[in-house]
Structure formats: structure tokens, C-alpha cells
């Protein structure tokens, strides 16, 4: 692997780090080309999970952006009444 790190290192080759560990290390499954060693892929538990907190979080923002542009609209009220 010094070999191998040396020659990236010194741009002798266009190898990237995860071509290198693909070479020395082998690859496993379950792991998704292009996106590195550590991720795994989403089980669909998991992005069901994440599917119902991103929802959630969206359903409770449009709620305080309406409450935020109701209070802003009673406050222009009150000004142009005086």
C-alpha cells in the first residue's frame, strides 16, 4: 500500500484513494460504488423512517411560516387603521 500511496502521491498515476483501497483492499458487499467506505445502503425501514421526519418537519414549518405571516399581517392591520 506505500507503493501505492507513494504513486498517488506523487501524481505519477490517476488513481484515486478509493481506486487504491479497491486494489489493496478488495470491495464488499452492500456498500454503494461512488459514495466512500462507510456508507451503506438506506433499508427500506430506515428511509421510510427518515421519509416521515422530513414530513413532519415540513408540515411544521409551513405551520409557523402561516402563523409568522398571520401575525405580520394583524400587525400591518393595526398600522394602517391608526
Known amino acids: 500500500m506505500i507503493d501505492l500511496k507513494d504513486i498517488y502521491t506523487s501524481r505519477e498515476s490517476s488513481m484515486t484513494i ?25 433499508t427500506p425501514r430506515a428511509t421510510q423512517r427518515r421519509t416521515t421526519e422530513l414530513e413532519d418537519s415540513l408540515r411544521k414549518a409551513k405551520q409557523e411560516a402561516a402563523s409568522a405571516q398571520h401575525d405580520l399581517q394583524k400587525r400591518l392591520n393595526a398600522v394602517v387603521l391608526r
Not at 478509493?18 to 438506506?42: A, C, H
Open 18 to 42: 478509493d481506486e487504491i483501497v479497491d486494489t489493496v483492499l478488495g470491495t464488499k458487499l452492500g456498500y454503494i460504488k461512488g459514495l466512500g467506505y462507510d456508507r451503506k445502503p438506506n
